[in-house]
Each structure stands twice: as structure tokens, then as C-alpha cells.
């Protein structure tokens, strides 16, 4: 899809709250974590987790998740690799948003696309972006079918499914790769909440 503006005679107003000013009184910085994967894969259970945590932690945090997105900001689209693309486009653009604000915005979505997921980054902050891989075998996140959608592709009623019968293309340079078909929850979690503090995101405990 075309990224072009098609409103005119608009312009962009600041705030004279800058996000330096909100992440001052948060006591931590803003960042997008993009949590992407195969379904099944474990990204929503981790993306909760880490919300959680973060927020016993003291900071403030927001879940974008795909299929919550898809009941209402996104639900005009499908599963086309045009919808796909604007899907993410659109997520990309709220994560963005969310960050500016002085938070973490965290999202989980299979985004099975390398280019859409590196607009997303394009647009955040150098730095402030964090691309974590779930890396999954296909089997394993087949095996776990938590809403049973490999059955239903496998049986042909679920078109253009990732992994199937849509690629995934994985991340050549994450920020962090997660073996979730090999680590418990805890751990994983620990991990992005060390890779948090190694760059100096959130203050060490």
C-alpha cells in the first residue's frame, strides 16, 4: 500500500509536554517491544507476563494484541498480504503513539512480514525499538493449537494461514530470540526484562 497522506491542508501540532518530560516522571524510558512470531508461538502469554511484571515493577505499559486490535481499530481487514501489511502499518503507528506518551507499548502479533516490521521500526525512535523473536518450531506451536486455527488450516478453512499456507519470514537481526518451545514462561520473561535494563529502559531492581 502506498504511504502517501491524503488529507490536505493539515498540520502537526506538538505538545509542550515533551515524552523526555513524561519519562521523567514515569522514572523509566519509552520503548515498543514487538513480539512476533508464529501463532502459537507464546506471544501473547509472554506479552502479558512481561505487562505484568513491568507494571509490579513500577512502570507504565500498554498490550497492543493482534486479535484485540482485530475486533475494533482493524476490523475492516482481513488476512490478505495487502490487510496484512496495513494491519501492521496501522499497529505501528499506535505503537509510536503509545511511546511518545511516555510508555512501553508492548505488541503481540505474528507480523509475518520482515518489511512491515521494519516500517514499524523506521518509524520509533533509533533505539527505543525492540524486536523479539519467538522462535517456535512449527510442530511444537501445532502440537499447542491453543485455539485450534493449524486444524482448521490444515483442513483448508482458514485461507492464507502463516506457517501453512502464508510464509513467516523470521528476523535476520532481533534484538532478542526466544526459544519458547524450549524455556518456561518465567524465563523468557526474565530475559526481555533483562534486555530492558542492559539498555537502559527500565532501572535495574
Known amino acids: 500500500m502506498k504511504e502517501e497522506i491524503k488529507s490536505k491542508n493539515i498540520t502537526w501540532h506538538r505538545s509542550e509536554v515533551t515524552r523526555v518530560d513524561r519519562e521523567n516522571l514515569n522514572g523509566h524510558q519509552a520503548a515498543v517491544l514487538w513480539f512476533t512470531g508464529l501463532s502459537g508461538s507464546g506471544k501473547s502469554?509472554?506479552?502479558?507476563?512481561?505487562?505484568?511484571?513491568?507494571?509490579?515493577?513500577?512502570?507504565?505499559?500498554?498490550?497492543?494484541?493482534?486479535?484485540?486490535?482485530?475486533?475494533?481499530?482493524?476490523?475492516?481487514?482481513?488476512?490478505?498480504?495487502?490487510?496484512?501489511?496495513?494491519?501492521?502499518?496501522?499497529?505501528?503507528?499506535?505503537?509510536?503513539?503509545?511511546?511518545?506518551?511516555?510508555?512501553?507499548?508492548?505488541?503481540?502479533?505474528?507480523?509475518?512480514?520482515?518489511?512491515?516490521?521494519?516500517?514499524?521500526?523506521?518509524?520509533?525512535?533509533?533505539?527505543?525499538?525492540?524486536?523479539?523473536?519467538?522462535?517456535?518450531?512449527?510442530?511444537?506451536?501445532e502440537r499447542r493449537d491453543p485455539k485450534g486455527l493449524y486444524k482448521k488450516a490444515r483442513a483448508g478453512q482458514i485461507p492464507e494461514f502463516t506457517g501453512i499456507s502464508a510464509p513467516y519470514e523470521a528476523p535476520l537481526h532481533p534484538e532478542l530470540v526466544i526459544p519458547t518451545g524450549e524455556e518456561s514462561l518465567e524465563q523468557s520473561t526474565n530475559r526481555v526484562l533483562a534486555l530492558l535494563e542492559e539498555r537502559e529502559i527500565i532501572p535495574r531492581e
Open 45 to 141: 502469554s509472554l506479552a502479558l507476563e512481561v505487562e505484568k511484571t513491568l507494571y509490579e515493577r513500577g512502570c507504565r505499559t500498554y498490550i497492543l494484541d493482534g486479535d484485540n486490535i482485530r475486533h475494533g481499530l482493524n476490523k475492516d481487514l482481513g488476512f490478505s498480504p495487502e490487510d496484512r501489511e496495513e494491519n501492521i502499518r496501522r499497529i505501528g503507528e499506535v505503537a509510536k503513539l503509545i511511546m511518545e506518551a511516555g510508555v512501553i507499548a508492548v505488541t503481540a502479533f505474528i507480523s509475518p512480514y520482515r518489511a512491515d516490521r521494519d516500517r514499524a521500526r523506521a518509524i520509533a525512535e533509533e533505539g527505543r525499538f525492540f524486536e523479539i523473536y519467538l522462535d517456535c518450531p512449527l510442530e511444537v506451536c
